[in-house]
């Protein structure tokens, strides 16, 4: 029955295309049949791009390999979608450091309105505003990890920087 759905599944579009390579290979998995290295190649390149679903792939390529895929969250110096924003690259200066940390990150700059910091996993683990150039924020209760600090400036963009806790 599952297989019948799969062949009725539209793959119109690219996210469309990737979900049905996923599910194919989970059906493949749940039926105990071989899974092919070509395969496994399709669910890391899947799992590694940022169609929605990517995590379904990294997920189900783990359960297959024990391996977990590495995945780098675009920034703004690093997109090259329609989103990037060159400008606020290019105007902002903006400090976070040090990186690595044991306990404080330092963040410096101009116009810094609020600063958010999510845990690998993308869930918010810190929220603060500023009212200075030169402010710390203390991380030494979390735990050992990559982290992503998201700061916005008073025009409303936000930069993000990828930090260490030691």
């Given at each position: ?6 062949n009725d599944l539209s793959d119109s579009t690219v996210d469309k295309g990737y979900f049905k390579n996923v599910q194919e290979i989970n059906l ?30 990294r997920s189900l390529f783990y359960t297959i390999t024990g391996i977990h895929l590495s995945v780098e969250i675009p920034t703004p110096e690093t ?88």
């Open positions: 029955m599952a297989s019948s759905l799969l493949k998995r749940l039926k105990v049949e071989e899974i092919s290295s070509s395969e496994i190649q399709l669910l890391q390149t899947i799992g590694t791009s940022f169609e929605p679903s990517s995590g379904y792939a997109r090259t979608d329609s989103r990037s924003n060159d400008e606020f690259s290019k105007k902002a200066t903006l400090e976070i450091f040090p990186n690595p940390t044991n306990d404080l990150i330092n963040i410096n700059g101009k116009d810094l309105v609020s600063c958010s910091i999510y845990n690998i996993v993308g869930a918010r683990v810190k929220f603060t505003s500023f009212n200075s150039i030169e402010n710390q924020i203390d991380i030494s209760n979390f735990e050992s990890g990559v982290y992503f600090v998201a700061v916005k400036v008073f025009s409303g963009k936000i930069k993000t920087q990828r930090i260490i806790k030691l």
